[in-house]
């Protein structure tokens, strides 16, 4: 099961089995945390999802143009930036009731001082800095947004897909924050097939039991 080889990539807003629906995209740059949190991967036929490589990770930093082209990202930057997003994760699981771990909230607090995160009043571009460039650069304005979002409270519609199978890190758009599914398209409806046929399952073996019952 835990068989990398010949894996496919998933990232950003299609993850492998949400093609035609579309996870729910949140809005503004916390879309960028959002795809972040949301990475993982498929091997090859399989619809269970797996935490994401640093290959997955670099191909989505360089994808969305989050460091210069041809810049060269170490091996170590990429291992550092995954430990960041599992800690990172914890604050997803809080969103859904889990206590607060608050080792992970240090981690988080030790990367954005790693990356010298600061606010600039008045820029009109590039409002939120970072000391360090590349790689370690793109990870600390992450987590720059990820903060401004926890403060305006938008951060706590981030929840993960409750399908089993499923990594995917959706928006919740609900009123009252009653979402559970990436995508109503894909996951719902999955969700809604399966548990149709175990109530289809469950009331046949019932009958078959009732009228066992009636034989003797």
């Known amino acids: 099961m835990g068989e ?18 579309g996870v729910n995209p949140a809005p503004g740059g916390l879309e960028t945390v959002r795809s972040f949190l949301s990475l993982h991967d498929h091997p090859q036929g ?5 935490p994401p490589t ?10 969305l143009g989050l460091v210069e082209a041809g810049e060269p990202i170490a091996d170590e930057d990429l291992v550092w930036a995954l ?7 914890t604050k997803i699981d809080e969103n859904a009731g889990a206590p607060r771990d608050h080792d992970a ?18 820029c009109e571009e590039n409002r939120l800095h970072t000391e360090a460039g590349g790689m370690r650069g793109a990870i600390g304005r992450v987590l720059g947004t990820a903060f401004l979002a926890d403060l305006d409270g938008s ?12 990594m995917a890190i959706f928006f919740d ?34 009958d078959a039991v009732g009228r066992g019952s009636g034989a003797r």
């Open 4 to 21: 990398r080889t010949g894996a496919t990539i998933i990232m950003d807003t299609a993850p492998f089995g949400h093609v035609d629906g």
């Open 46 to 50: 399989d619809d269970e999802s797996f």
């Open 54 to 63: 640093p290959a997955t990770l670099e191909r989505w930093i360089r994808d």
């Open 83 to 89: 430990e960041v997003r599992e800690a990172l994760m």
């Open 105 to 122: 909230i240090e981690r988080l607090n030790h990367a954005a001082q790693d990356t010298g995160l600061q606010l600039c009043f008045g």
């Open 155 to 166: 951060f706590r519609r981030l929840r993960q897909c409750q399908d089993p199978t499923c």
């Open 173 to 206: 758009h609900s009123k009252n924050h009653s979402g559970k599914w990436c995508s109503m398209a894909s996951c719902g409806n999955r969700n809604k097939v399966r548990k149709f046929r175990e109530r289809e399952r469950a009331a046949k073996a019932g």
